[in-house]
């Protein structure tokens, strides 16, 4: 994701800030294999 270092101090803090990073890694994985409109669809039937 091009960050070489985390922006919040503390070890709570950074590991909500890792959990955002995953997150966001995970989501652009599945948009780039199922496309934005399946993401979207299966994000609605699972209530998201």
């Not at 890792?18 to 199922?34: C, E, G, P, T």
Request: no cysteine; aromatic share 4%.
């Amino acid at each position: 994701m091009g960050a070489v270092h985390f922006l919040t101090k503390g070890l709570r803090n950074v590991n909500t800030e890792m959990s955002l990073h995953v997150l966001a890694y995970n989501l652009k994985r599945v948009i780039a294999i199922l496309g934005i409109s399946r993401t979207m669809n299966a994000m609605k039937l699972m209530g998201a």
